[in-house]
């Protein structure tokens, strides 16, 4: 299929990106106003604006919403906070159902604070990260397995987003690999893709798209060796994706592995979020073509397009189609 049948494919289909939905508060901040604390002597840092947008997940589903997909949801948990209540404006903001969201007073907004200095728009403290670190509390895990069961047969596309990097406190739980292990079994045709920081190895029977260090990673670990054959035996994945940044991406198959070229660009302006920028072309186009290489191809635009902007952007279909030549 080219490009613009994919596109024109897109607003009859739907998406639902479950997992950790995150905030991004984008602090620029100004070093004239670093004025010591009256009551400590500590410096402090002055934001004088923030801008926020949808991180994680959110980034996945603001992508989506992007390239036209008719509806996108997102299935998480957020904090009863402030965090949470700015999350849902700016995931509805664009256009995006926050109805699957769970809130609750037992878990903080999964929240990203990037500090920008005014002078130069540079990022350059360190971030400062709002997260949860107990197991997610078990009424709020049934809420999330109810959902899922209730309504994943409801979306052509699942992306199953799992970006906490701590050992427990993340939405996707042992629980929920399992059950998206089951729906995987049972509905074949479904897809459904996972993209997972630093538990790639413990998902069974879904497309996966580890970026290739998260691929060594989970390869070393368990077989002590760099094996991607051997990982996507492992995990039973239908399709693995092993996103290699300006090479491409490795699409290993059950009897083939092709690497996909990336769109060449000559000076990337921020890579931030291009992964996630990456699946959301990836999941609608698979779904659309069935053909993985197809897909690849068309992911591999979308994210060309975004690492062209600074924080966490996304492609509209003039821009994919401009940039595959159409």
Not at 135 to 151: F, K, N, S, W
Not at 170 to 178: E, F, H, L, N
Not at 190 to 215: C, T
Request: aromatic share 6%; proline share 4%; charged share 25%.
């Amino acid at each position: 299929m080219t490009t613009a049948e994919i596109l024109e494919c897109l607003p009859s289909c739907s998406a639902l990106i479950c997992g950790d939905i995150c905030l991004d508060r984008w602090c620029t901040y100004d070093l004239a106003a670093a004025e010591p604390s009256r009551e400590t002597g500590i410096p402090r840092i002055g934001v004088v604006s923030s801008e926020i947008t949808p991180g994680a997940g959110g980034t996945i589903a603001n992508n989506v919403a992007a390239l036209g997909v008719g509806r996108a949801a997102v299935l998480g948990v957020i904090g009863d906070d402030g965090f949470g209540h700015e999350l849902t404006q700016a995931l509805n903001a664009r256009g995006i159902s926050t109805d699957l969201l769970v809130r609750s007073n037992e878990f903080a907004t999964f929240t990203y604070a990037k500090l920008l200095n005014a002078a130069t728009g540079e990022e350059d403290l360190p971030r400062v990260d709002f997260i949860n670190t107990r197991p997610l509390p078990d009424a709020v895990e049934r809420q999330v397995l109810g959902y899922l069961r209730q309504y994943s047969d409801s979306f052509d596309v699942i992306f199953v987003s799992d970006q906490a990097e701590t050992k427990q406190g993340g939405v996707i739980t042992a629980a929920v690999r399992t059950l998206l292990a089951d729906i995987a079994r049972e509905r074949p045709d479904k897809v459904i893709i996972a993209d997972s920081r630093i538990r790639v190895e413990r998902f069974r029977n879904l497309i996966l798209k580890p970026n290739e260090q998260e691929a060594a990673a989970a390869c070393i670990g368990l077989f002590g060796q760099l094996d991607y054959r051997r990982l996507r035996d492992h995990t039973e994945s239908k399709v693995l994706f092993v996103t290699k940044g300006s090479q491409g991406v490795v699409v290993l198959e059950d009897d083939s592995e092709k690497l996909v070229p990336a769109r060449r660009i000559e000076n990337p302006v921020d890579i931030c979020g291009a992964g996630d920028s990456f699946s959301a072309g990836l999941g609608m186009a698979l779904a659309v073509t069935k053909s993985p290489v197809e897909a690849a191809q068309f992911a591999n635009l979308v994210a060309s397009i975004t690492i062209m902007k600074k924080g966490t952007g996304t492609a509209s279909p003039a821009e994919v189609l401009a940039a595959a030549g159409q």
